[in-house]
């Protein structure tokens, strides 16, 4: 889901469009969300060779200041006070909201795509929610109630604050996030070219280049078996 570097990187969930046939046209072009396989990434030249899941091959030069991104596997028992996540949510008929996957921002992201907003047209009661960590009450590993604080846009009459943050003042909000046994608690890892080896899953988001040549200033890939989520 999905956001800026983690809206880009997370909150902006799901596949960006296909690769173009022709990257150059009269559009300001767009960063697009490359998906594949690792074939060879030479540090010299900072050339990145990968296949995408359509069987594509395709080149991505990374940028000096890349920044390598790699999901890891937590616990719900793993989060803290002050700890800034995002959180997928469905409210349910009680006003409830209950998890549908959990992300830990590393502290390079804090604040990204900060508030409580629907995370769906088509579904109104799907948030996201991106917020601070006031408390967590675990009643085992991965089940729970994540307490939230959060920095919003707009507040409504009855109080609640909704909304991404903005330059503004805003508003302030909570919210409690229920946690059942199976939802996904996941970390979001920051790593180095290290991890970039042969056959390892990637998800880049990268521009396109004139001469068919991709840039890329940040990519996600797989470590220890975790494929991206992206």
């Known amino acids: 889901m999905r956001f800026a570097w983690f809206v880009a990187f997370l909150t902006a969930a799901g596949t960006l469009p296909a690769l173009a046939d022709n990257p150059a046209s009269s559009v300001a072009p767009t960063a697009q969300r490359i998906r594949g396989k690792i074939d060879a990434y030479d540090p010299a030249t900072r050339m990145l060779n990968l296949t995408t899941i359509d069987k594509k091959p395709i080149l991505v030069e990374l940028e000096p200041d890349v920044r390598v991104i790699y999901d ?33 921002f590393p502290d390079v992201m804090r604040g990204a795509g900060e508030g409580q907003y629907p995370a769906s047209e088509a579904k109104p009661n799907r948030l996201m929610t991106n917020a601070t960590v006031s408390a967590v009450t675990a009643a085992a590993a991965n089940k729970g109630t994540i307490t939230l604080n959060y920095r919003g846009a707009t507040a409504a009459a009855d109080g609640t604050c909704s909304g991404r943050a903005n330059s503004g003042a805003g508003c302030t909000g909570n919210a409690e996030i229920l946690v059942a046994p199976g939802i996904p608690v996941i970390g979001i890892m920051v790593g180095d070219e290290s991890l970039l080896v042969p056959g390892a899953a990637v998800s880049v988001s990268a521009m396109p280049g004139i001469d068919g040549t991709w840039q890329s200033s940040r990519l996600t890939v797989e470590k220890d078996g975790v494929k991206p989520i992206l």
Do not use: M, P
């Open 72 to 104: 890891a596997r937590l616990k719900l028992t793993d989060l803290k006070t002050g700890d800034f996540i995002g959180s997928t949510t469905l409210k349910a008929a009680d006003g409830k909201l209950r998890a549908q996957e959990v992300h830990l």
